[in-house]
């Protein structure tokens, strides 16, 4: 029988997508505010892998990705997705978003976003609040799963991603003493 162990902390990461410039500065502030310092960023990219956004954001959509300093606890994780839904609609006009804020995180095995949308892959975690799973680290890299949005599946999105696995792994090593014992953590 396997014994049930505290999962480690994970690196919690936050994408958003507008075609308003100002808004990711302007988040940017709001997000360090509540979950501190930010340590590693995208520039600003492109988004047109997807019309899904545009009756609501308009076109012309941009996208950019922060991660943060301060690991998180995956087991209590989805409230952030709560918070990150107050602040679309705190910053709504005529009941239409600007901004989308999409958050999740970052372990050494994979990326996981968070949803309100059910789909036969998420799974349920509380608050109407589903876990989707789009990347797995495998041989060296991240590699998106079959359901993954077509974004995540680019280079530019990977090599992010890896960039923010590297300075996690180094963080926990270097923060909370990785374990000796292979069995007694997940790698």
Known sequence: MGEPLKHIQVKLIIGLISGRMRQFDARRN?????????????QILDFSCTSYYEGELGRNLKRKFFSFKNLIDPGKSYRIKLYTNELEKKYS?????????????????KLVLFTTKNRSHRIYLDEGIYADQELMFENKSFRPLGWAFTDYRTTEYIDFFNAVRAKYFKQIKDEIHVPQKKENFIY
């Open 30 to 42: 709001d997000l360090e505010e509540r979950f501190g310092r930010i340590d590693g960023e995208t």
């Open 93 to 109: 006009e005529n009941n239409f978003r600007v901004v989308n804020i999409d958050p999740g995180y970052v372990s050494l095995t």
